[in-house]
Structures are given as C-alpha cells and as structure tokens.
C-alpha cells in the first residue's frame, strides 16, 4: 500500500541512507547498517509462499569476477547461491524455467508447481557476460503508471531482480529534490509547486523538456511520492541491486537571473510545443552552488547511488556560446565533489552524447545506455562513435507504451555477442528501455537472457522452450503458435530503420490516409499480417489444463488483439476507395465493419486489468486528498495517453496520441468518438455533395478528456471466448 503520513519521512529516509552504495563524500557515504535477514528468501516468499521453505539462498564468499549464481540440489532442497540476493533470484528463476516449467514476468505468470519441488538434475551455473544490466528508460514513470504505488513496485523490483537486473532507474523523488533545492535559492514554496509537472509528465521535465504541466503538486502529494522512491531504493539496496538516480546539469525555474546576480542562464527555446526550462551556465561559481545543494538534498533524502543519469542539451536542446566541453567538465565536476566515485550515465539518442562531451570528461567514468543498437543499420562501430566509452547494448521495442507486440530479436541475437567479444570492445552491458514497460513479456524475457547465455543467442531454441515454461508443459500448438510469431513480430530487424511495431489505425487521428496513431511510429506493419493470424488459432488450441494461468490469458488477449488492430490497415484503404468512388453502400459496409472491430477489440482489451482505461484513472485518482486535486491528477494521467498537452503540443508539437494504446476505455471511448464522427461527416458529404465538415479535433478530444464518463476498474469477459470470437469473425 501507499504510505500516507508524512511522519514516515525521516525513518524511512534514515534507512535509505543506512542502506546506501557508500560512493559519495556525504554523511550517507560508506554507512551501512545492517540488511535485512535474508533478501532473497523474503522475495520468494511474497512471489512463492507455499515453497519458501524448500529453497534455501546462500552468498559464498566474494570473489573478483562477475556476478553469477550456482542452483543445486534434491527435490525439496533446493540450494541457489549467488553473488547478491538479486543474483540468486535470477538463478531461482532460471531454475523455475529450464527445470519446474514455471515462470513470472511483469505481463502474467505461471506459477502451477507440484507440492514438492523438483531434484535439479545437474547443477546450473552461469554468469553475467556484463557488469551492467540497466532497466528504465528515462520516460518509464509517465508511459508505464506514474502514480503505482508500493504494492505495484515491491513486486516490479522482484521480478527485475528475477531477471537478472542490478541497476534501476529512479526518478521517483525528484520532484521533492528540486523543491527542496531551490527552496534555499531565493524560491518560494508555491511558485516553485506550479513549476513542477504533474507526476506523468515529470521525466520530461527532467529531461529539461517542459515544466508546469498537470500541476501544480500539493505538499502532500510530494511528500508521499518522497517516501515511495525512499522504498523503492531500500528495496533494491537490500536486494544488492543499485538505484540510477537523476543528478543536476543546470535546469533551473524561471527568473532564476533575478535572484541570483552571478548567474547566468541559456534560454532553451521550445520541445513539442512546450517552452523549455532554462539552462544555468555550468561553467559559472551559481552552477556549483545550485549543484552542491542538489547534491546534498538528494543524499539526505535519497543516499548515494554508485551512477547518476545526466543528458545535456537533450532533442534539440541549445548551448547557446556556451562551449559544450567546457559546460561537460563543470557538470562532472560538480558530480565528481559530491560523488567521487560515480558514474555518469547518459543516453544515447539522437545526438546524446554530443562528441564534445565524450572527448571532454572521464570516459572511464562515464557509461553510455544505447538506446540505438537495434534501430539503424548504420549503428556499426560505438567504439569509434564514442571513442571507446563503456555502453550497454539497449532496446527501446516500444515508443510511448505502445501495444503492439514484437521486437527486433534477431538484431539482439546476432549483434550482442559479436558486438561484446570483439577485439577492443566497450560493451559492458545491456539496457532493457522500451519507454513504456510491463508489455511484451516474451522480449522482456529473451533481452534479460543475454547476459547470461554463454555464446550466441539461438533464436529458434529459444522460442522452442518459451512457450513450455510460459504455460507450465509442451504444447504442439503453442509450439506452433510461438514459431508464427518468432518469424513474424518478433522476427523483424532494424534493416528498415524502425525498432517497435507499428501501432494500428484505430488509435489514429481520423484520416482516410492515415498511416499511423502516433506521429513518429513506423507507417507500415513490419511483418506479414496473414501469417501473423495464423498464432491465434493455435493458441486456442492448446490443451485446457494449460489455459488457466495469467501468462497463456495475457498472450492470448495479446495476439487476438494485435490481429484486429491490425486489421485496420487492411480496411481503411478500402474505405478511402469506397469514399472516393462516391460508392455510399460499400462505404457504409466498410465503415461498419470498422466500427464492428473496433467494438470487438474493446471486449477484448476489457478482459485484462492491465488493459483498462478505468485502473490508470483510478490510480491517478487514489494520490488526491481532495476532489480539484483528484480531477487534476486525472487530468495529469490521461492527457499523456491522449492530447499530451495543451493544443500547441497536440497539434504543433505532433505528440497527441504519442502514447496511444489499445486499452478498454480508449478503443470503446475516445478512439470510437473520433470514427464515429468522421464517418458521420463524410457520408453526410457523400450524400449531399458538398466538402466534409471540419473538425476541431483537438477541441473534441479534450472535451472528451474532461468530461468523460466513469470506466470499469475491473475485468470483464473471459479472453478465452472472447478471442474464440475473433477467430471467427475474422475467419481464421
């Protein structure tokens, strides 16, 4: 549950720093106290409790080398030891797959063990192939749930852990850091709450994107999101894995100038409709006092952190005359007084980092995720890109939160290894960072495996063996099922300079040229969508007894709704044919065909909590003390999924529906609005000859934005009828 009293701040923070990775120079630096007994055994008894007792976890003595893990023993006496607690849970799950057939993801599980547990017939070592395994884009607390609480993260931190993950990604928190910081720089409380976003729409602020969007934050609301990242980061200090935090390169509130006369700002002009924060000059003595403060704030509230993510200048981001290198020194500087042994991390992206950042600081102390491994051909040689710093192999499958299905695993597979063993090679790691998480289960298992796959990734072995552990036994027609799907939308490559899926039609701004939802998805399906169809009867399939868990439930919902949506490319050009012709009685049939689906797709997604409009309202709902700030909160979450700003940002800025998804509540709410009053406006043309009327399509959307009516929070239907219907409404 959330935590509600403010008076657990100072506690909960005192443990934080008790339990904090000893980098820095502060009062946290080097204290730690005593960890909970047994991390890993506490783990298994909140994911497993009727077997807690048959495993037994051990940390040998620590030896130089990387992170491994040993499973062994009898039926019922299972012994994992492993480097930290987070290590031997990866091997207690590696168990539970290659030996129990079960298996426990963040998008369903299956979990049917016998009573005892089985012998491990021979003992199963590995080790990690990197030292980091980085988890979290920089956009994952708004596109994944920004307002979850520690239910929900208790239970993510277990299965990252499961997963083989020991650095994370935590932007929770830094709302109270920045307010806390310029508090002592000549701010007051209230402007400063109006200048931080509402929590969806927080990372990219911390990105110095925008500011001020879906707040202000109530004092309360900063406190309780303060004591959930104090949680978060305990947990995963006593599971032996490492937060990432934020750390300071110079955004700062307005007027800034004003109350400081030594400062010195660079205005940072405007990001997708948004005006940008100012950039403070990190050359100048302002900058390292503001940093110095941030620094202290933090470690007071948060305890320091082994690495601190930083993108200067991020998607188009100015210098102004400020020289890039010397700004990049001053930054590492200030990290460097506060944090000595630190990492920086930076992203990869776009132009991040800039070349004069790689050739200005430590690159032994600076650590590149890339975000671009698997998006362009081009991407060849990082070690001459960025001349030889460390950097992780990343993902980004999803952009936004997307729902499409597949990934680019034969790039992961073909390019990891290659990439790690060559001469020469920088690659130290791996970054699971689709902007959205808590999809895509069978690429969110397959990238945390190639760490700790000796040699080259088998791609067709290992599609072979997901399915028997993903519904608990051997399968025929799951076999087949999966092997459609290995070759469809997980069998694509960045050859086409694209590394999500396309996501469908439905969710697009009505148009009859439409060629996507989201400006910048791909504008075509990636893979054969006949072929792709052919998984969904085969998954119906399989046998009963296999039918019950939440994994084959959650599959299921996910390729009946990945063939309706994308079923929509294969309509609307009809339509626009039928439009064209004046042909009003094909134009009818068409359009309600269109609408058919679309009500179809919605009993689909209605299925599955996680699926549901109603649950992330909800969520957003439970921050709020008070009705205005319940309503605002609301608003806060469910314009990032739809108009994600004002109109400049919508319409100008290109981002409405950046984050769409086929979710209960949107297919049967805004994204049916939207067709149904575009069909309705062109067969009015149609019959009466004159031009469609306009639309004022932002105005319709954020009406429906604030004045929609309530949706479930609960699941409706049963998936396993429900996509037996889509099979015979579609033919297949």
Do not use: C
């Not at 079960?102 to 009573?115: D, F, K, N, R, V």
């Not at 491994?373 to 499958?397: C, H, K, L, N, Q």
């Not at 069998?491 to 009859?512: K, Q």
């Amino acid at each position: 549950m959330r935590l509600s009293r403010r008076t657990l701040l100072s506690s909960l923070a005192g443990s934080a720093l008790a339990l904090g990775a000893g980098t820095g120079t502060g009062h946290a630096a080097g204290a730690r106290g005593p960890a909970a007994p047994d991390p890993a055994a506490r783990a298994l008894a909140r994911l497993l409790p009727r077997h807690t007792g048959q495993v037994t976890f051990r940390t040998p003595a620590r030896a130089a080398g990387p992170d491994g893990f040993r499973v062994s023993g009898g039926a019922g006496r299972i012994l994992v030891e492993g480097t930290t607690p987070a290590v031997q849970l990866t091997g207690f799950h590696w168990y539970l797959r290659h030996v129990a057939n079960a298996h426990i993801s963040w998008a369903g599980e299956q979990t049917t063990l016998p009573a005892t547990l089985p012998a491990v017939p021979a003992p199963i070592e590995r080790s990690a192939g990197v030292a980091h395994r980085f988890a979290f884009n920089d956009t994952n607390d708004g596109y994944t749930g920004p307002y979850h609480d520690w239910t929900y993260w208790e239970r993510e931190l277990d299965v990252l852990a499961l997963h083989g993950y020991n650095e994370v990604l935590v932007y929770l928190g830094a709302d109270t850091v920045y307010h806390r910081t310029f508090l002592q720089h000549g701010y007051d409380d209230a402007e400063l709450r109006a200048w931080l976003p509402g929590p969806a729409h927080q990372p990219w602020w911390l990105l110095q994107n925008m500011s001020g969007f879906g707040g202000p934050l109530t004092q309360q609301l900063l406190d309780e999101r303060a004591e959930l990242a104090i949680r978060v980061v305990t947990r995963l200090r006593e599971l032996g894995m490492s937060p990432v935090l934020p750390g300071y390169f110079g955004t700062v509130p307005p007027g800034f100038a004003d109350r400081d006369p030594d400062a010195r700002v660079v205005p940072q002009g405007v990001w997708g409709g948004f005006p940008r924060p100012d950039w403070l000059d990190p050359r100048t003595d302002s900058f390292a006092r503001v940093a110095q403060t941030f620094y202290d704030v933090q470690n007071e509230l948060l305890g320091a952190a082994p690495a601190y993510k930083m993108d200067l200048l991020h998607e188009g981001g100015t210098p102004g005359d400020v020289p890039i290198g010397d700004a990049a020194r001053a930054v590492e500087t200030a990290l460097r007084t506060a944090h000595p042994g630190a990492l920086w991390t930076i992203l990869g992206w776009q132009n991040n980092p800039h070349r004069e950042i790689v050739e200005a600081v430590d690159k032994t102390r600076l650590f590149i995720v890339d975000g671009l491994s698997d998006r362009f051909p081009s991407v060849t040689d990082r070690e001459a890109s960025w001349e030889g710093t460390p950097y992780a192999f990343g993902s980004i499958w999803n952009f936004g939160g997307h729902t499409a299905m597949g990934a680019n695993t034969p790039d992961w597979a073909s390019l990891y290894e290659r990439w790690r063993t060559k001469p020469d090679s920088a690659l130290d790691g791996i970054a699971l960072m689709p902007e959205g998480a808590d999809n895509n289960p069978a690429a969110f298992a397959l990238f945390s495996d190639l760490p700790w796959t000796d040699g080259p990734l088998d791609l067709a072995e290992w599609f072979r063996q997901w399915p028997r552990y993903r519904y608990g036994a051997d399968d025929a027609h799951a076999a087949s099922a999966w092997d459609v799907l290995r070759r469809t939308a997980y069998g694509t490559t960045r050859a086409d300079s694209w590394s999500e899926g396309a996501d469908g039609l439905f969710g697009a701004r009505p148009d009859l040229n439409a060629l996507s939802a989201a400006y910048f998805s791909p504008h075509q399906l990636r893979y054969d969508a006949a072929e792709f169809a052919k998984a969904l009867p085969a998954l119906l399939a399989v046998a009963p007894a296999l039918r019950t868990s939440t994994a084959y439930r959650y599959d299921l919902l996910d390729v009946a709704r990945q063939i309706l949506s994308n079923r929509s490319r294969l309509l609307l050009p009809g339509i626009r044919a039928a439009y064209e012709a004046k042909d009003t009685a094909r134009f009818a049939r068409l359009t309600g065909e269109w609408l058919d689906d679309m009500a179809l797709l919605e009993r689909v997604v209605a299925t599955d909590r996680g699926h549901l409009l109603g649950r992330w309202l909800a969520d957003a709902r439970s921050w709020g003390v008070t009705a205005q700030e319940k309503d605002r909160l609301e608003y806060d979450a469910l314009t990032l999924l739809t108009v994600w700003g004002p109109r400049a940002a919508a319409d100008d800025g290109h981002l409405r529906d950046y984050a769409n998804r086929e979710w209960s509540g949107l297919v049967g709410g805004l994204y049916t609005l939207r067709w149904r009053t575009y069909f309705d406006t062109l067969t009015t043309a149609l019959t009466t000859g004159r031009p469609p009327a306009p639309v004022d399509w932002y105005a319709l959307e954020d009406t429906w934005v604030r004045t929609h009516p309530p949706f479930p929070t609960e699941p409706k239907g049963d998936i396993v009828k429900v996509a037996g219907e889509v099979s015979r409404a579609l033919g297949l």
